[in-house]
């Protein structure tokens, strides 16, 4: 497909763009290593039930990580996500409690599951866009959490009661080389390898032809469909990714919580998890974590100010981070970014 | 101009045979055929309404004609999904730009390139060999039409926000990527000022000699059709009025009319 000749100018394109982006991406990868440095070390100094907190918050922005894909790589609107959850925490519950599968094979089983799952929910799906797919994709998540009540299913699900799972305790070689870690430590860095995998992986899918695919769509789709692009294969596999990624964080959180039931999937958790999409900056994956961030932590501060009013508190901080950073997390680094540019260039 | 002349003996590279289009009880087009040779530039003019760009969408497969065919080297296109008519070698552009808004000039051209690679999600997200070769590719042929459409100082900046001419000129290197042997062009000229015309000409007559690219231009404005193309089609109502060299078609009593009206009336 290419011959020599072609790649000269092709390489001194691309070097003026880098030069161009350099300072930026400085910035970047300095803030990722900090960040990355941050949640490697923060735990080994915090007592367990903090630990578990920051694994929630790890789940969660994998959850975002999946929501971010469909809403900001496809523009497509989903408030169903919480259904895809339960439905990847439902899996790593019944195979560790009823099959006794090892705990980290529930993983790729749920996301496949939820991808398969996500993947033809997106079919019907394609004849709606906007508003119309977000109310389509809610009447998925309040009829999940009933779906799970189900007598019928009751055997595998445990209705209404749900199922407790046994926590993983850290694998043995651990103890044989002499380090001592708690069940909560060992979870959170398992979360962490499986979310920075996720994360990897996602930024590699976005930056390809297929990403670049998905994000035509959300442009300008008789544009897309134009440049050769399958408009509904590319939507439906946008639907399917996300629903993979955000089974595997169900199942991560039904692991780290030890317990699943069906009023822990309600549309309470679909409505967060847009919410914390918002908050991080849609279309714009590190903003994942600011938004796991507010959905796991505000909700907390907000309640040791007034325990009668954590809901008006909770209201109030969000107006408040709407109102001033409307892109949210996003918008900050960008500010950020842009100060320490001026900086740099003024000393 | 004889390059053209030459190919008149050969299969036509693209046929309208006939085609007709209806919408409820309006007939858009009526029975319109022409041939389109390797290395034309054929103009399509005629007034408002004319079906100008009813023809076009019927050849980017937006629209289904309701009788006839069209032929590309021979094979109906009429089969075809909308998205895969770009690998059979037919680019566009749109009346008023159609790019991906808040995505770079670069990833717009890369865009080009989708019906000319095939990798799948997987491969992409573990960056596979395979997906490596490909982007290589992808890059190289993107940074040479860059270069070609003198785009480089913008490669990076959002689409959203450039002057609409340097938009139009990302338009057209986007068309460009997917490497096709026709290129239709919807009014490209529409939106420019006179001097930006006239580059737009000369820009358009080089890419079909450098290129080896047939150029199907609909177009409104006389002045540039009359200069560049090589076989001008006008239509009014539906229908085909006259064909021919551009000062053929000038001169035709049914052109005339239909562009400055009869002296009846």
Same mark, same amino acid.
């Given at each position: 497909?290419?011959?020599?000749?072609?790649?000269? #100018?092709?390489?001194?394109?691309?070097?003026?763009?880098?030069?161009?982006?350099? #300072?930026?991406?400085?910035?970047?990868?300095?803030?990722?290593?900090?960040?990355?440095?941050?949640?490697?070390?923060?735990?080994?100094?915090?007592?367990?039930?903090?630990?578990?907190?920051?694994?929630?918050?790890?789940?969660?922005?994998?959850?975002?990580?999946?929501?971010?894909?469909?809403?900001?790589?496809?523009?497509?609107?989903?408030?169903?996500?919480?259904?895809?959850?339960?439905?990847?925490?439902?899996?790593?519950?019944?195979?560790?409690?009823?099959?006794?599968?090892?705990?980290?094979?529930?993983?790729?089983?749920? *996301?496949?599951?939820?991808?398969?799952?996500?993947?033809?929910?997106?079919?019907?799906?394609?004849?709606?866009?906007?508003?119309?797919?977000?109310?389509?994709? !809610?009447?998925?998540?309040?009829?999940? #959490?009933?779906?799970?009540?189900?007598? !019928?299913?009751?055997?595998?699900?445990?209705?209404?009661?749900?199922?407790? =799972?046994?926590?993983?305790?850290?694998?043995? !070689?651990?103890?044989?080389? *002499?380090?001592?870690?708690?069940?909560?430590?060992?979870?959170?860095?398992?979360?962490?390898?499986?979310? @920075?995998?996720?994360?990897?992986?996602?930024?590699?899918?976005?930056?390809?032809?297929?990403?670049?695919?998905?994000?035509?769509?959300?442009?300008?789709?008789?544009?897309?469909?134009?440049?050769?692009?399958?408009?509904?294969?590319?939507?439906?596999?946008?639907?399917?990714?996300?629903?993979?990624?955000?089974?595997?964080?169900?199942?991560?959180?039904?692991?780290?919580?030890?317990?699943?039931?069906?009023?822990?999937?309600?549309?309470?958790?679909?409505?967060?998890?847009?919410?914390?999409?918002? @908050?991080? *900056?849609?279309?714009?994956?590190?903003?994942?974590?600011?938004?796991?961030?507010?959905?796991?932590?505000?909700?907390? @501060?907000?309640?040791?100010?007034?325990?009668?009013?954590?809901?008006?508190?909770? *209201? =109030?901080?969000?107006?408040? @981070?709407? !109102?001033?950073?409307?892109?949210?997390?996003?918008?900050?680094?960008?500010?950020?970014?842009?100060?320490?540019?001026?900086?740099?260039?003024?000393? | 101009?004889?390059?053209?002349?030459?190919?008149?003996?050969?299969? +036509?590279?693209?046929?309208?045979?006939?085609?007709?289009? &209806?919408?409820?009880?309006?007939?858009?087009?009526?029975?319109?055929?022409?041939?389109?040779?390797?290395?034309?530039?054929?103009?399509?003019?005629? +007034?408002?309404?004319?079906?100008?760009?009813?023809?076009?969408?019927?050849?980017?497969?937006?629209?289904?004609?309701?009788?006839?065919?069209?032929?590309?080297?021979?094979?109906?296109?009429?089969?075809?999904?909308?998205?895969?008519?770009?690998?059979? $070698?037919?680019?566009?552009?749109?009346?008023?730009?159609?790019?991906?808004?808040?995505?770079?000039?670069?990833?717009?051209?890369?865009?080009?390139?989708?019906?000319?690679?095939?990798?799948? &999600?997987?491969?992409?997200?573990?960056?596979? +060999?395979? &997906?490596?070769?490909?982007?290589?590719?992808?890059?190289?042929?993107?940074?040479?039409?860059?270069?070609?459409?003198?785009?480089?100082?913008?490669?990076?900046?959002?689409?959203?926000?450039?002057?609409?001419?340097?938009?139009?000129?990302?338009?057209?290197?986007?068309?460009?990527?997917?490497?096709?042997?026709?290129?239709?062009?919807?009014? +490209?000229?529409?939106?420019?000022?006179?001097?930006?015309?006239?580059?737009?000409?000369?820009?358009?007559?080089?890419?079909?000699?450098?290129?080896?690219?047939?150029?199907?231009?609909?177009?409104?404005?006389?002045?540039?059709?009359?200069?560049?193309?090589?076989?001008?089609?006008?239509?009014?109502?539906?229908?085909?009025?006259?064909?021919?060299?551009?000062?053929? &078609?000038?001169?035709?009593?049914?052109?005339?009319?239909?562009?400055? $009206?009869?002296?009846?009336?």
């Amino acid at each position: 497909m290419t011959t020599a000749h072609e790649t000269a #100018p092709a390489a001194t394109a691309s070097k003026k763009a880098a030069a161009a982006a350099a #300072p930026s991406m400085n910035i970047a990868r300095v803030a990722s290593l900090i960040t990355l440095a941050l949640l490697l070390l923060v735990p080994l100094f915090l007592k367990n039930f903090y630990i578990f907190q920051m694994t929630q918050w790890l789940i969660y922005a994998i959850a975002l990580l999946a929501l971010n894909i469909l809403t900001g790589g496809s523009g497509q609107f989903s408030l169903g996500q919480s259904a895809f959850y339960a439905v990847g925490a439902y899996t790593a519950a019944v195979m560790m409690e009823i099959l006794g599968v090892n705990y980290a094979l529930t993983l790729p089983v749920a *996301g496949l599951i939820c991808f398969v799952f996500g993947f033809l929910f997106g079919l019907p799906a394609l004849r709606l866009s906007g508003v119309y797919l977000a109310l389509a994709t !809610f009447a998925l998540a309040v009829a999940m #959490p009933q779906v799970l009540k189900l007598h !019928f299913f009751e055997s595998w699900t445990g209705g209404v009661q749900g199922l407790v =799972i046994i926590k993983p305790d850290p694998p043995e !070689f651990l103890k044989t080389i *002499g380090l001592k870690v708690s069940q909560d430590m060992w979870l959170y860095y398992f979360t962490l390898v499986v979310g @920075i995998g996720i994360y990897i992986a996602s930024v590699n899918l976005l930056a390809s032809r297929s990403g670049r695919a998905m994000m035509a769509i959300r442009d300008n789709q008789i544009a897309a469909s134009a440049m050769g692009i399958d408009v509904p294969l590319y939507k439906t596999l946008a639907f399917g990714i996300s629903a993979g990624i955000t089974g595997v964080a169900g199942a991560l959180g039904a692991i780290a919580v030890a317990f699943v039931a069906p009023d822990s999937y309600t549309i309470q958790l679909a409505i967060a998890l847009f919410l914390g999409m918002v @908050i991080g *900056g849609v279309g714009w994956l590190p903003g994942s974590l600011a938004g796991a961030a507010f959905i796991v932590f505000v909700p907390n @501060i907000a309640e040791s100010i007034s325990k009668g009013l954590s809901g008006a508190i909770f *209201g =109030i901080i969000l107006i408040v @981070i709407i !109102f001033l950073v409307p892109h949210g997390a996003r918008q900050v680094a960008y500010m950020a970014q842009h100060l320490i540019g001026k900086i740099g260039k003024s000393s | 101009m004889a390059q053209a002349q030459l190919a008149q003996g050969q299969a +036509p590279l693209l046929a309208v045979n006939d085609v007709s289009v &209806v919408f409820g009880g309006i007939i858009a087009l009526n029975g319109v055929s022409f041939d389109m040779h390797k290395g034309q530039i054929l103009g399509l003019i005629g +007034p408002n309404g004319a079906g100008k760009t009813t023809l076009f969408n019927c050849l980017s497969r937006l629209y289904q004609p309701s009788k006839g065919d069209i032929l590309m080297e021979g094979s109906s296109i009429l089969t075809r999904p909308v998205h895969r008519i770009a690998e059979i $070698g037919i680019g566009r552009t749109f009346q008023n730009v159609s790019l991906f808004q808040n995505m770079s000039v670069i990833d717009n051209v890369r865009i080009g390139m989708h019906s000319h690679t095939t990798t799948d &999600v997987v491969s992409d997200s573990l960056q596979l +060999p395979a &997906v490596r070769r490909t982007e290589a590719a992808i890059n190289a042929r993107v940074g040479e039409i860059i270069d070609y459409l003198d785009l480089n100082d913008v490669a990076a900046r959002v689409v959203a926000g450039l002057p609409f001419g340097t938009q139009k000129r990302v338009e057209l290197a986007r068309a460009l990527a997917a490497e096709p042997k026709i290129l239709l062009l919807d009014e +490209p000229a529409g939106g420019l000022n006179h001097e930006e015309v006239y580059v737009l000409g000369d820009m358009i007559k080089r890419i079909r000699t450098d290129r080896n690219i047939t150029v199907l231009l609909v177009e409104h404005h006389m002045g540039l059709v009359m200069s560049i193309a090589d076989h001008v089609v006008a239509l009014n109502f539906g229908r085909k009025l006259a064909e021919g060299t551009p000062a053929q &078609v000038q001169q035709d009593p049914d052109v005339i009319k239909a562009y400055l $009206g009869s002296k009846e009336s």
